[in-house]
């Protein structure tokens, strides 16, 4: 063994032969987390210095910020004052590369629905580059080394506490990240699995260059760590060997140092802990000592880059329709809109649209004749133009409707599994874009559907594809603003509730039942995609009697076909463009 | 670059977006609208000067929207005859109306609201050459 020693935020090692610089270092200084509302800081004065190759704890009572400080590292928190390095490169002017964190939160992000091995190939999918040998390759190594090699072909859903941790450490492995971070991964787990998901951890640790950090309540198996950090108040109290802890105290075990925390004020303990004699804090350099043996810099040649966009949403888009047919409810809610829908619109016109009889054209014919004719020809065309109208907009609302069905959850039903994701690499677009491939395929089947079986059934006349655009494009257009809505609502209750709002106002603001006043509706037609479809569509209609006698009955003026296209086209990219910085902002909760 | 947590979407480019909805929903009226109506640069025909004089308007194109109100009359070689409603100064009134055979398969009824290219010809009526639904 040579020199080893610290200069700045580096380690060196220094072999008779060879200088290495242990590049993984994790150093938070002076860091400090307040928010506007909150009367103390949440995080206060962290001084921390961990090296690569190490197993750290974060333990201290409930509400002491662990879970806090393991997000503001990761960069989920933004923190306030202070830095963090990570091998010397400051946070914030450049941050982590996906690739180099693993972050593994409190909740699950394995999709119950998938099995383990279905699972840990998405996740590397997304996260990496590589054949899809290699990723079989990579996912079978990752199964070994995480104990899920028997349980592979497991749904997620019907696996164990400790093994959906298990599975949940697996998924992160998937990038072999440098610096690994585990919030409360051990909680609500029976001491065996506790012990086990520990002791996977703890190997983890020892792979070259690697930091793992667990943040934890449980004061079990503490020397099983490198280190132990113990927090309280937002305030850094210890940082040291587990050895040390007890000692450091004044305790006899270390379920005596909860209660022995909550006796002073936090600060006390900052104070104490910054002025501590030397020797008894965590001194890095002891550790890369211990561990400057087998420790080596993590190899260059390792691929840590991340797959394209387009096939980081064509794994997105594949994932989803799997989830789609393995979650029979919701196929079968599908289904029920799909044929029910279209079913009853038809219930109006089962028997096809009716004859329109004209009147008679002869000014030969009597005063009366006339009037009554012109009586008659009043009354049909108030029933006939009623139904066309009604029908037309009757099909435009339940597509509306489809489509807020089809999106309202889509985003903020995954939320969080969404916010993992793009933490470990997927890129806003490709997410956006997977969605959207998705989300495609529903809107062309039900508009489809809609289209054909209405008309074969109605026996409307017109162009079939004329008649389709508007349909498809008012299906696309509400499902994407619906998309939009989700991707900004902070609950599904609130995305349902919203795009319910969304498809309600549709009907009366697009003056088909009621005329608007002339100014109310110049200002408010632009922003109604059903009364574009509606125009839309009617004009579909307009070489036949139909189109006329709506023409005549109503108030509201019909918009053309090219202009009813382009503004159910804006809309479409209005709400795909809400939907991408909703999806883009972070939303951890 | 800054960390995650920092990243959120400015106001300005919120202001920004919708400004280019609005700008492109107006450019999209402006332009189908103006697509949409392809007798424009007809002039329209004011029913009075007809009225007062249709054998000075003899050879003129016109531009001319209102309803189809009765037949009277048809050949074969000259079409039919109609007279139709035109919506002028707070009143209908009534102008004669030739459509040629070459539009025998539109189907027009008592109450059709048209907007027509129109040439008065040489018999003074007004002798449809375009025709769209209004």
């Known amino acids: 063994m040579g020199f080893s020693g610290r200069i700045g935020d580096f380690f060196i090692v220094a072999f008779p032969a060879d200088v290495r610089i242990l590049w993984n270092v994790l150093s938070l200084d002076s860091l400090e987390l307040s928010l506007p509302a909150a009367e103390r800081p949440l995080l206060s004065d962290i001084n921390l210095h961990l090296p690569g190759g190490h197993f750290g704890a974060i333990v201290g009572p409930s509400g002491c910020g662990k879970s806090t400080l393991l997000k503001t590292i990761a960069g989920i928190l933004p923190h306030t004052a202070g830095t963090i390095r990570w091998g010397g490169r400051n946070l914030d002017e450049k941050d982590l590369a996906p690739h180099e964190l693993g972050y593994v939160p409190q909740f699950t992000c394995a999709q119950p629905r998938l099995t383990v091995r279905e699972n840990l190939s998405y996740a590397a999918r997304l996260r990496r580059s590589g054949s899809a040998a290699d990723i079989a390759e990579l996912v079978e190594q990752i199964e070994t080394e995480t104990g899920l090699t028997d349980l592979h072909d497991r749904r997620a859903g019907v696996l164990s506490g400790g093994q959906l941790r298990r599975l949940g450490l697996a998924m992160e492995l998937t990038t072999s990240p440098s610096l690994f971070l585990a919030d409360e991964v051990t909680s609500g787990l029976d001491p065996k699995s506790e012990e086990e998901i520990t002791l996977l951890l703890q190997g983890l640790a020892r792979q070259p260059g690697r930091l793992v950090l667990l943040v934890t309540h449980s004061l079990r198996f503490l020397e099983q760590y490198d280190s132990i950090t113990v927090l309280t108040g937002g305030r850094l109290a210890f940082c040291s060997r587990p050895a040390d802890l007890c000692a450091y105290f004044g305790a006899t075990s270390p379920e005596e140092i909860y209660p022995l925390l909550a006796r002073r004020d936090p600060a006390s303990w900052g104070e104490e802990w910054i002025s501590s004699p030397e020797e008894l804090g965590f001194e890095a350099e002891a550790v890369v000592e211990e561990l400057a043996a087998e420790m080596t810099l993590p190899e260059a040649g390792v691929s840590a880059e991340l797959p394209s966009l387009v096939s980081q949403a064509t794994t997105w888009f594949g994932r989803r329709l799997k989830l789609f047919f393995r979650d029979p409810a919701q196929a079968a809610l599908q289904l029920a809109l799909l044929l029910v829908f279209p079913a009853v619109v038809t219930l109006f016109a089962w028997n096809g649209l009716p004859n329109v009889k004209n009147m008679t054209m002869s000014p030969a014919t009597n005063a009366f004749q006339q009037l009554k004719d012109a009586l008659e020809f009043t009354s049909q065309s108030a029933k006939i133009s009623t139904l066309v109208s009604g029908l037309a907009m009757f099909q435009v609302i339940l597509l509306a409707l489809m489509g807020s069905n089809n999106a309202a959850r889509e985003v903020v039903g995954d939320r969080a599994i969404l916010e993992k994701e793009k933490l470990a690499g997927l890129r806003p677009a490709a997410a956006l874009l997977g969605m959207t491939g998705f989300l495609s395929l529903l809107v062309l089947v039900q508009s489809g559907w809609m289209t054909l079986f209405v008309r074969a059934v109605g026996q409307f006349p017109g162009d079939l594809l004329a008649q389709f655009l508007p349909f498809a494009l008012v299906t696309a257009a509400v499902t994407s603003l619906c998309l939009g809505i989700s991707s900004w609502t902070s609950s599904s209750e609130q995305a349902s509730l919203g795009s319910l709002y969304l498809v309600g106002f549709q009907l009366p603001l697009s003056g088909a039942i009621l005329a608007l006043p002339e100014f109310l509706g110049w200002m408010v037609r632009p922003w109604i995609s059903a009364y574009w479809a509606w125009s839309g569509y009617l004009q579909t209609l307009r070489d036949t009697r139909f189109y006329d006698l709506v023409r005549a009955v109503t108030e509201t003026p019909l918009a053309g076909s090219e202009i009813s296209a382009w503004m159910l086209t804006l809309h479409l990219f209005l709400g795909l463009i809400c939907a991408f910085f909703g999806i883009r902002r972070s939303d951890w909760r | ?134």
């Open chain 2, 1 to 134: 670059m800054s960390r995650r947590a920092h990243r959120k979407p400015s106001p300005v480019l919120w202001l920004a977006f919708f400004a280019a909805f609005s700008l492109l929903g107006g450019l999209g009226a402006f332009f189908f609208q103006k697509d949409g109506d392809p007798y424009r640069t007809v002039e329209r025909l004011k029913p009075e000067d007809y009225y007062e004089n249709a054998n000075s308007l003899k050879g003129n194109t016109y531009q001319v929207e209102g309803t189809i109100a009765n037949s009277l009359g048809w050949s074969q070689e000259k079409g039919r005859l109609f007279s139709f409603r035109v919506h002028h100064g707070g009143g209908d009134r009534p102008l004669p109306l030739l459509v040629p055979p070459r539009f025998r398969e539109i189907n027009l009824q008592k109450g059709q609201k048209y907007r027509l290219k129109v040439r008065v010809n040489d018999a003074a009526l007004l002798e449809v050459e375009e025709m769209s639904k209004a």
